[in-house]
């Protein structure tokens, strides 16, 4: 109409044999000698492929477990949903975000210049691929680290800068906490982002509970530690719960040996009444008859993934962006189980090549053990059942090796055929990491349970947390009596007998200095014998990383009542042996002096 070139229009084209081609077309006219159009020339390339290949990976890199972005001319032109709750904002807020602006907001001072180096070394071309690791800071005010992987990629035909960025932050913790072994077992723990517990059936009480509970849950510690099963069931949504007793009596009766185990999703209550998505990892340990004598679980909040799937399922065209580059191996499986597609992730995590691995069935490369339960999820996701979102197995590496794989999955349709997309993470070093520090506290543990010496944990409030049964003997009074009171309500006495003011106590210069309180004497109370015992007390604070102030105190006291009193004893029988000694002096003088008298009387 115009006459003028056109380019890059994008049309689709039916064949007569039913099939749908996708074409790119650059129109330009021809003139005759009098400047009339006499023709119009078309140039047409079939881009379906490409088309195919955008419409794969668009929703998996909206949906991915890492945070995505692109940048060209110093500017965000593309960030994903990940990457935006990674930084805690929208993102609309990171889209046209200047790399300068960006850093100075979201990352931490001592790393600014780090991540300017690494990005102008990519834009300048002096390195084609970097990778480096800072530190996060959140719009919350949270530090989190991140490893970073910068590439050169093409973008609506022009470079562009592409960032992927990985939440490394548990890993450190997980590092750090396996250096840190020998501390409390459950001072790892807390710091997870897992409800970590473990009921005892038989009391029907919880031994212990990890302190996010207080974030998933209506109660505090104290509260959710007093409960007792059928109590925790009844926060658990009325529509889950009769698959949950069915998931634990089937897994009873399935059991081998004195465990039993199984994976569930079910919703809980939170504290504002709401329900909230959860994925238990329960064990059941069993006695000889075959009855649940305790469980110990982990209660992960997936509410965020769940949401993630449904947007998945509902999301239309969006933008799209290579997938390569994942850190995690990516496969698409069809309904016949065979692989379609594979990355080059997957490909160095199991040694296998792209070729090796497509057209040949996913189950070929599952651990025995797992092909069972694996081929019953898949089948009930291919089906619309309700399937598990998330779930771990182990593949076998073309060295043999057993890789312990972490993955997700959802279904989709491409291609015209449904099928499942599958995101897989390597968690080997993972499991092995916390199968040492199990190991580990095993033994901390053990020998907490058997010392001779009494140990009692404090909060910084000074409230006493728990305690050893050493310390029971000691004190005479069980943990009963003594979880949960405060130091403030205790009396303790000197050596001299004057009462000890409580800001004296061992562990309350020990909280409020931060520093260890060695060897202080002081008497107690023991209401068994209705006397006082002799305590040598050692207090010591507890930091958590990066902060000053003890979150809490260990305090450890040996009992030195016998050797006081063979302290006295022998100071009563030394003061004996004086007076006995000038008894005899005195004797001694005054007969000396009555005879020299009398001698000379006698003259």
């Given at each position: 109409?115009?006459?003028e ?9 039916g ?18 000698a009098d400047g ?24 998996l ?10 940048v ?11 990457l935006?709750?990674m ?10 975000l200047?790399?300068?602006?960006g850093?100075?907001?979201f990352?931490?001072?001592?790393d ?15 390195l084609?691929?970097h ?6 800071q959140?719009?919350d ?12 990629v ?20 997980a590092e ?11 001072e790892?723990?807390d ?24 974030t ?7 509260e ?13 949504h009325p ?8 998931s634990m009596k089937?897994?009873?009766e399935?059991?081998e040996?004195?465990?039993a185990s199984?994976?569930?999703?079910v919703?809980?209550?939170?504290k ?25 679980g982990?209660?992960h909040?997936?509410e ?9 399922r ?9 997938i ?8 698409l ?7 379609i597609f ?11 090549s ?13 651990a ?7 081929s019953?999820v898949?089948?009930?996701?291919l ?19 057993r890789i ?11 291609r015209?055929?449904p ?7 390597d ?26 010496q009494?140990v ?15 310390a ?6 069980n ?25 004296d ?5 020990a909280?409020?200095e ?33 902060e000053?102030?003890?979150f ?8 030195i ?5 063979a302290q ?6 030394e ?5 006995d ?14 005879r ?8």
């Amino acid at each position: 109409d115009h006459g003028e070139r056109t380019f890059n229009l994008v049309g689709v084209l039916g064949r007569p044999d039913g099939a749908v081609r996708h074409l790119n077309a650059n129109v330009a006219p021809l003139r005759a000698a009098d400047g009339t159009i006499s023709h119009v020339v078309f140039a047409m390339n079939d881009v379906t492929a490409r088309v195919h290949a955008e419409e794969a990976y668009r929703v998996l890199v909206e949906d991915s477990l890492q945070g995505f972005c692109l940048v060209q001319n110093d500017a965000v032109v593309y960030a994903n949903p990940a990457l935006a709750r990674m930084f805690d904002c929208g993102v609309d807020e990171l889209l046209g975000l200047n790399v300068a602006d960006g850093v100075e907001m979201f990352v931490h001072p001592a790393d600014q210049s780090k991540f300017i180096e690494a990005f102008d070394g990519l834009a300048s071309g002096r390195l084609p691929r970097h990778r480096f690791e800072w530190r996060l800071q959140r719009r919350d005010g949270a530090t989190r680290y991140v490893e970073t992987y910068l590439s050169i990629v093409l973008y609506e035909g022009r470079p562009a800068i592409q960032f992927i960025d990985l939440d490394i932050t548990e890993r450190r913790e997980a590092e750090h906490a396996l250096r840190e072994a020998e501390q409390r077992f459950n001072e790892a723990l807390d710091t997870s982002r897992h409800i970590l517990f473990r009921l005892n059936m038989r009391e029907n009480r919880h031994n212990y509970v990890s302190r996010y509970v207080e974030t998933l849950s209506p109660y505090s510690r104290e509260e959710f530690l007093a409960k007792g099963f059928e109590e925790i069931l009844e926060d658990i949504h009325p529509d889950d719960l009769p698959r949950l007793q069915r998931s634990m009596k089937r897994a009873v009766e399935n059991a081998e040996g004195r465990t039993a185990s199984l994976t569930i999703e079910v919703r809980w209550r939170t504290k504002d009444g709401s329900y909230l998505w959860t994925s238990e990892a329960l064990t059941l340990l069993l006695d000889e008859n075959g009855a649940i004598e305790a469980v110990v679980g982990s209660v992960h909040d997936i509410e965020e993934h769940k949401r993630a799937e449904q947007a998945l399922r509902e999301s239309e065209e969006k933008y799209a962006t290579l997938i390569e580059n994942s850190i995690d191996g990516v496969v698409l499986i069809n309904k016949d189980k065979n692989i379609i597609f594979v990355n080059s992730s997957l490909c160095k995590m199991t040694g296998y090549s792209v070729e090796e691995l497509e057209n040949t069935s996913f189950m070929n490369y599952i651990a025995e053990e797992y092909k069972t339960a694996l081929s019953g999820v898949f089948n009930k996701r291919l089906s619309g059942e309700p399937a598990p979102a998330n779930y771990e197995f182990q593949v076998i590496a073309r060295d043999g090796r057993r890789i312990d794989i972490e993955a997700s999955a959802t279904l989709i349709q491409y291609r015209g055929d449904p099928v499942v997309i599958s995101i897989l993470r390597d968690i080997t070093e993972r499991k092995l990491s916390q199968k040492l520090i199990e190991e580990s506290e095993k033994i901390y543990h053990s020998l907490y349970q058997t010392m001779s010496q009494g140990v009692i944990y404090l909060d910084d409030k000074g409230t006493m947390l728990s305690m050893n049964p050493a310390a029971e003997e000691i004190l005479g009074r069980n943990e009963k009596q003594i979880i949960g009171t405060n130091y403030r309500d205790e009396t303790a006495i000197r050596e001299d007998y004057s009462e000890i003011k409580h800001q004296d106590y061992p562990a309350a210069i020990a909280l409020k200095e931060g520093k260890t309180v060695r060897n202080k004497i002081i008497g107690v109370p023991n209401p068994k014998e209705g006397t006082y015992r002799w305590l040598s007390i050692t207090a010591v604070p507890q930091f958590r990383p990066g902060e000053e102030k003890p979150f809490q105190v260990i305090a450890t006291f040996t009992d030195i009542t016998e050797l006081k009193k063979a302290q006295s004893e022998a100071i009563e029988a030394e003061s004996l042996r004086q007076m006995d000694n000038a008894r005899s002096e005195l004797l001694s003088n005054v007969s000396h002096e009555l005879r020299t008298p009398l001698a000379a009387i006698k003259g």
